[in-house]
């Protein structure tokens, strides 16, 4: 049994499961930092589209639908790993990378901050002398994105 949540989208109420609703708000947070401007539009369209699915007797929108709709729209991250309700692999990220991508990997993966994953590694490096040599040995064993 999933959670189900309520949201508020382009002026209309949708019942929505908790981790469709997690992964609208991701892409729409993506959307908002590159095209401010077009993120009321693309609200529009989505709402149009769950709206849709309601009056065909839908009643909870599902992260299949999510998916499937952002996906038809072209607003999935196209050309970098994207990941779906699985989450089951660990990459290292090259395009949000600092050194390797291991620490954005990590952080994307477990769904935190890559930057504090940084900091973890630095206190390990300062503290216990182990975080250079931790970094190198998933620097190589984990593969790129």
Same mark, same amino acid.
């Given at each position: ?5 309520? *949201? ?7 019942? *929505? ?24 539009? +693309? ?18 929108? !599902? ?48 769904? !935190? ?8 590694? +630095? ?13 190198? +040995? ?8």
């Amino acid at each position: 049994m999933k959670k189900v949540v309520t *949201i508020h989208l382009s002026g209309k109420l949708f019942q *929505i499961e908790e981790d469709a609703c997690k992964k609208l708000e991701e892409v729409l947070y993506r959307i908002r930092l590159g095209e401010p401007h077009n993120v009321e539009t +693309i609200e529009a369209t989505l709402a149009e589209q769950f709206n849709n699915r309601v009056e065909l007797g839908q009643k909870v929108i !599902t992260f299949q639908m999510v998916y499937e709709i952002l996906r038809n729209q072209g607003l999935l991250n196209n050309g970098q790993q994207e990941r779906d309700e699985t989450y089951d692999r660990l990459y290292r990220r090259t395009n949000d990378k600092v050194l390797g991508g291991v620490c954005s990997g990590l952080g994307y993966y477990w769904h !935190t901050d890559p930057i504090l994953i940084r900091l973890l590694f +630095i206190v390990l490096f300062f503290g216990f002398g182990t975080g250079f040599l931790i970094y190198l +040995i998933m620097w190589i064993v984990i593969p790129k994105a």
